[in-house]
């Protein structure tokens, strides 16, 4: 099974609200990532959290990082419709990473 | 600068045939990865170079899979006798080094038929 594995798999949230994603893994890790990919082929890195932090922003995004409970969330704020696409997380494990390895992502819905 | 670069974008191929697919890296990033992604799936690992070693192999789906990367640069991922199963499309990233964010091509998109 995937190493990292988000919840929930859809959510639809109306603009302005925040939407909040969650993603669980079962390895120790150097470094967890979150993507986000739009209808269509590419991925675009969001923000890198490393296994010695906590937590992490960048602009209307929030990671945090529980690894004592294996966990990772994203919270994007005062969501716009442009923020619609699915979003991914990806572990990359302390002993090997390079090898990272994505779950099956959350598919977000922001409605106008 | 230029970012991760990946030819064709889109390739039909017949049974048994074999393929080439090829990615560019952003210049100066020593790690690649290939990654297979299935319609509405997330993404499979295939392999990922460290410079021009590959540390781990052990996501090739079969010995029909292989990839090389020469001068630490461009990548070439080769599947032989393709099968129907192979069709998905196929991700490239490059990173500084296997510890910092991947950039992701746009993709090849494979068909077989």
């Known amino acids: 099974s995937q190493q990292g594995e988000e919840d929930p798999q859809a959510l639809s949230i109306q603009e302005g609200e925040n939407a909040t994603m969650n993603c669980s893994y079962k390895?120790?890790?150097?470094?967890l990532q979150w993507y986000r990919q739009n209808s269509g082929r590419g991925l675009v890195h969001l923000i890198l959290?490393?296994?010695?932090?906590r937590e992490k922003h960048s602009g209307r995004l929030r990671v945090t990082l529980d690894t004592s409970k294996k966990s990772s969330s994203l919270l994007i704020t005062a969501s716009r419709a442009a923020d619609t696409a699915s979003y991914f997380c990806?572990?990359?494990?302390?002993?090997?990473?390079?090898?990272?390895?994505f779950g099956d992502g959350t598919t977000l819905t922001v409605k106008p | 600068g230029a970012g991760v670069s990946q030819s064709p974008s889109n390739k039909v191929t017949e049974k048994g045939k074999d393929v080439e697919l090829r990615c560019d890296p952003i210049?100066?990033?020593?790690?690649l990865y290939w990654y297979r992604q299935s319609l509405g799936q997330g993404l499979e690992f295939l392999i990922y170079?460290?410079?021009?070693?590959?540390?781990?192999k052990s996501g090739l789906p079969s010995d029909r899979f292989s990839a090389e990367r020469t001068g630490g640069s461009v990548s070439t991922l080769t599947i032989q006798r393709t099968q129907q199963e192979d069709s998905a499309v196929y991700l490239c990233?490059?990173?500084?080094?296997?510890?910092?964010?991947?950039?992701f091509g746009p993709g090849t998109r494979l068909t077989v038929t």
């Open positions: 990233a490059s990173s500084l080094s296997d510890v910092h964010e991947q950039y």
């Open positions: 390895t120790s890790i150097n470094n």
């Open positions: 959290i490393r296994s010695n932090e």
């Open positions: 990806a572990t990359a494990p302390y002993t090997n990473a390079g090898k990272s390895t």
């Open positions: 210049s100066g990033h020593t790690a």
């Open positions: 170079f460290q410079g021009n070693s590959a540390p781990d």
